[in-house]
């Protein structure tokens, strides 16, 4: 069944730095849903289902490994939760990575087709710049002058991610993003170098968008049974025609987090509801729209007592 009219749920799905050893290894010796994609997992890429339950952590974190897993987990709950509740979203959105996941929830992508593009995705994503030239950092203040300084820089270097309000994640070429830091701390912002192993969502990671690009385009997507909203649009999806060309802007596009939120509200959308390890998603959520109902599903406990909120006032 879908959930009732007056509560439309929005199905979030995280992207990297959610990651833990041993997530969803409780969900799949529970939920029969979520074993079946821990066993796809392990038939699609030999040695991931280990890897997910046991570590070590160094090696779940590299990027070509952890993006994969972080699929199978966030799928895993998904599928666990909706076997158990019977409810089926009315929209999704995945954080970067969590788009794919996104995609199989809504059946445009299957399971097995979404771990190996993923694998190969973090592959060419680590290969794309070497070590010590990229970075990151994230921004505390005004977005647009985080844009305006971005965009006045030398060299490479622009807004990766628009996760809040006030926090903007940018990323390019080291000396660049040194060089706006430099200047965005002199105009009054906070500003924090993350540690990442390559400089994502960033014009540096065109190599990787063109040797995806033809893997994208040889796979079969379907229709989706929900609007999925691409995180380079901040807009809804229906086609699974535009989806290749969606998922490979998004290896050097910004993720339009804040937009993609606000645009999930007006739709309709008053409850979110994040799938897999961690609460990064609805704790960015909580920033952007204070008011808004928001609960976890990535454990036993949070499946078996998932309930909906009061009915909203909304027509």
Not at 154 to 171: D, E, H, L, R
Not at 249 to 257: D, K, N, P
Not at 258 to 275: M, P, R
């Amino acid at each position: 069944m879908s959930a009732p009219l007056s509560v439309r749920i929005a199905a979030l799905f995280p992207g990297q730095g959610s990651h833990a050893v041993g997530m969803g290894a409780d969900l799949a010796a529970t939920f029969p849903g979520a074993e079946a994609v821990y066993a796809g997992a392990e038939a699609a890429l030999p040695g991931l289902r280990t890897l997910i339950e046991t570590g070590p952590l160094e090696a779940l974190t590299l990027t070509a490994n952890q993006q994969p897993a972080l699929v199978a987990a966030s799928v895993a709950a998904y599928r666990a939760w909706q076997a158990q509740t019977g409810l089926t979203p009315a929209f999704a959105a995945g954080h970067s990575l969590g788009e794919y996941s996104a995609l199989v929830a809504a059946g445009a992508l299957d399971l097995g087709d979404a771990l190996r593009l993923t694998r190969r995705r973090g592959e060419l994503m680590q290969q794309a710049v070497p070590a010590g030239l990229g970075a990151m950092s994230a921004v505390m203040g005004d977005p647009e002058t985080v844009r305006e300084v971005c965009a006045s820089a030398s060299g490479i270097v622009q807004p990766a991610n628009f996760n809040a309000p006030t926090q903007t994640v940018i990323s390019g070429e080291r000396g660049a993003v040194d060089a706006a830091a430099a200047e965005l701390k002199a105009r009054g912002l906070k500003v924090i170098p993350l540690k990442v192993s390559a400089p994502f969502h960033c014009p540096l990671m065109q190599p990787a968008q063109d040797a995806l690009t033809p893997g994208l385009h040889a796979a079969a997507f379907a229709p989706l049974a929900f609007p999925v909203y691409a995180n380079v649009t901040a807009a809804p999806n229906l086609d699974p025609a535009a989806l290749p060309g969606l998922l490979a802007a998004q290896i050097t596009g910004s993720v339009r987090w804040v937009e993609t939120i606000l645009a999930l509200a007006a739709a309709g959308a008053d409850l979110f509801v994040e799938f897999g390890p961690g609460t990064v998603l609805t704790g960015l959520v909580k920033r952007i729209l204070p008011d808004a109902r928001t609960l976890n599903v990535g454990t036993v406990e949070q499946v078996r007592d998932f309930a909906l909120p009061a009915a909203s006032a909304q027509p």
